[in-house]
């Protein structure tokens, strides 16, 4: 039975949080899900020789600290949270050197560019224009709001089973420029990145929120087989 690793959110208080769909979607699965604390890298790497997961996923949640990607705050920014940030990249690049497969969600996506140098737009509506203000909808989470389309042949698109897909959004900040042997699997008619992957390193990631999604959950199941 595999045990899948999961980030957690850390709030203004300092409280660790985590949306329940996370955890759910990898129980439904068959699989153990375990949440990673928010401990320094020393501590992290002792995390993973001790738990010996077959897994991670980095979930969603706050905005990523512009400082990690060389560029000043703009005034739209949202919540920050440097230690959720520090831990989870130190967590990401543990998992690399220990070639365990990585799955990222929505902020999940962005701390794997920012981990292998990318940058990213802070407030997609200031800095790219309003279009962009759909990616945050106001539709029920599990509403479809736009199309993605997936290249073919990629990861992605083997585990949902095409190359098109409904999905929703609930995001403000996007890839600007793609991380070092990251490739752009997934995109929204407007140009936004929905989804990248580095498939020598087994390393995913979407833009999108695919455990809020009943429709999708075909999509952990068929993750899970990946790893064998």
Same mark, same amino acid.
């Given at each position: 039975m595999y045990k +899948? /690793? &999961?980030?957690?959110? &850390?709030?203004?208080?300092?409280?660790?949080m985590l949306r329940p769909e996370y955890h759910q979607a990898i129980a439904d699965c068959g699989a153990i899900p375990v949440i990673v604390p928010p401990i320094d890298s020393d501590g992290l790497d002792k995390w993973l020789d001790c738990v010996s997961v077959d897994a991670l996923l980095l979930s969603g949640g706050a905005d990523i600290d512009p400082a990690l990607f060389g560029e000043e705050p703009v005034a739209e920014l949202g919540r920050v949270s440097r230690q959720r940030d520090d831990y989870e990249i130190a967590l990401f690049r543990a998992a690399e050197r220990r070639r365990i497969p990585v799955l990222g969600i929505c902020r999940g996506l962005q701390v794997i560019n920012v981990s292998r140098g990318g940058t990213l737009w802070q407030d997609m509506p200031s800095q790219c224009g309003e279009k962009f203000a759909i990616h945050d909808q106001t539709q029920p989470t599990e509403t479809p709001v736009h199309e993605v389309n997936l290249l073919a042949g990629s990861q992605i698109a083997?585990?949902?089973?095409?190359?098109?897909?409904? #999905? %929703?959004?609930?995001?403000? =900040?996007?890839?600007? #420029?793609?991380? $070092?042997?990251? +490739? /752009? #699997?997934? #995109? *929204?008619?407007?140009?936004? +990145? $929905? /989804?990248? $992957?580095?498939? @020598?390193? %087994? &390393?995913?990631?979407?833009?999108?929120?695919?455990?809020?999604?009943? @429709?999708?959950?075909?999509?952990? =199941? %068929?993750?899970?087989? *990946?790893?064998?």
């Open positions: +899948i /690793a &999961i980030t957690c959110d &850390i709030d203004r208080d300092g409280r660790l083997v585990l949902l089973g095409g190359t098109q897909v409904g #999905t %929703n959004s609930h995001h403000h =900040q996007s890839v600007k #420029t793609l991380g $070092e042997s990251l +490739i /752009a #699997t997934g #995109t *929204s008619a407007d140009g936004t +990145i $929905e /989804a990248l $992957e580095d498939r @020598q390193a %087994n &390393i995913l990631a979407v833009q999108f929120h695919p455990e809020r999604m009943p @429709q999708m959950r075909h999509f952990f =199941q %068929n993750w899970l087989r *990946s790893l064998r």
